[in-house]
């Protein structure tokens, strides 16, 4: 059973930077790669970014694009996400996920596996 545990969220100035991490535990498949969404209030799912599990490939939204990048740890079985220059806009619930199809990166039914989230809050 894929266990997935997300980490690093709290409440951030605007223009601060916030550092999310998900470990990935009791894991008995293998992803071809994990990805970042996230929820705000009334709000559907929203594709952040994503990795490769080789890590060779990152995946950005739009929305994101410069100011949030995607790393991920092989040897702690991590996966991080490194966000800065936040806005009041980028306060959501960030949920970390298993890639388990070959649908498109962005789409939220490509991920088999998702953790509980951790929330990020952007004050102005």
């Known amino acids: 059973q894929v266990q997935l545990v997300e980490s690093g969220g709290g409440l951030v100035q605007a223009g601060g930077s916030v550092r999310l991490s998900c470990a990935d535990s009791?894991?008995?498949?293998?992803?071809?790669?994990m990805g970042w969404f996230r929820q705000a209030p009334g709000k559907g799912r929203e594709f952040v970014a994503a990795?490769?599990?080789?890590?060779?490939?990152?995946f950005y939204a739009d929305s994101v694009k410069g100011r949030v990048t995607i790393s991920r740890d092989i040897a702690k079985n991590t996966v991080s996400l490194q966000m800065n220059s936040l806005k009041p806009e980028d306060t959501a619930v960030y949920y970390c996920?298993?890639?388990?199809?070959?649908?498109?990166?962005?789409?939220?039914?490509?991920?088999?596996?998702w953790g509980q989230g951790t929330q990020v809050t952007v004050s102005s």
């Open positions: 990795i490769s599990w080789s890590g060779s490939s990152t």
């Open positions: 996920a298993a890639r388990g199809s070959t649908a498109p990166w962005s789409t939220v039914g490509s991920y088999a596996y």
């Open positions: 009791g894991r008995t498949f293998s992803p071809d790669g």
